[in-house]
């Protein structure tokens, strides 16, 4: 079974502390993304990492970085959490690049349970 | 940024009904349209990936088309059930780009 592992189901942090968001996945994938998902807003890209090193940033980068040194680790980290950060996070991953969405491949991103991060 | 539209927002059904909702996007650049369904505490699950215009995909009462001249795709779902109860998700990517945009969704809830 292919498995994409966040670190933490649940967490409350105090404004201005700094957080990282772990997430593994062990199937080799090439691909890993940061999402956040809001009520009325669906899901927003944060940050993908397209090999071990790489990064770029999606949508909604502001006050948010990203470690990517192994392939199968890709963390997400608040400098200073603030209170508009309280969000569901939600990590995925995906194969090899572009061809993996032509015809008869699935290309389809696996995802995490997501962390459901709190900021007082 | 690209925007991928979702409608409706929400639906309500009874069981057996059957339903579709529809997505919409810009037609220039396309490379791939996804559809996922996420339902409560669950992660988000691929149902289907279409590349080609005119492309329909089945799995089981859920099937989907798509349309890259004019930008939409719909899904549908015949006789619906309550496990079918769940957000559907679309999502768009470009050519040249790993990344995946997705629209906010459609909530849809299936009355027992």
């Known amino acids: 079974d292919v498995k994409v592992t966040q670190s933490s189901r649940y967490l409350v942090k105090r404004t201005g502390e700094k957080v990282f968001l772990e997430c593994v996945q062990d199937?080799?994938?090439?691909?890993m993304f940061w999402y956040r998902q809001d009520p009325g807003l669906g899901l927003r890209l944060i940050y993908f990492?397209?090999?071990?090193?790489m990064k770029e940033k999606g949508d909604i980068p502001e006050g948010y970085s990203v470690s990517r040194e192994k392939k199968e680790r890709f963390s997400l980290i608040l400098e200073s959490a603030s209170t508009n950060q309280t969000s569901m996070y939600l990590c995925?991953?995906?194969?090899?690049?572009?061809?993996?969405w032509g015809v008869g491949r699935t290309g389809e991103l696996f995802f995490g349970e997501g962390s459901r991060l709190t900021v007082l | 940024i690209l925007n991928v539209e979702q409608s409706p927002q929400s639906l309500h059904v009874q069981e057996g009904d059957s339903t579709n909702f529809t997505c919409s996007f810009p037609s220039s650049n396309f490379y791939a349209l996804h559809w996922y369904r996420w339902e409560t505490a669950k992660s988000p699950e691929a149902l289907f990936v279409m590349t080609l215009n005119g492309d329909e995909k089945k799995k089981g009462r859920i099937s989907a088309t798509l349309n890259t001249k004019e930008g939409y795709s719909y899904l549908y779902i015949k006789g619906s059930q309550p496990e079918d109860s769940a957000t559907y998700l679309c999502a768009l990517t470009q050519g040249g780009s790993e990344k995946l945009v997705f629209g906010k969704g459609t909530k849809l809830t299936v009355n027992p």
């Open positions: 995925a991953s995906l194969p090899l690049g572009l061809e993996s």
């Open positions: 199937m080799d994938h090439e691909n």
């Open positions: 990492s397209y090999d071990v090193k």
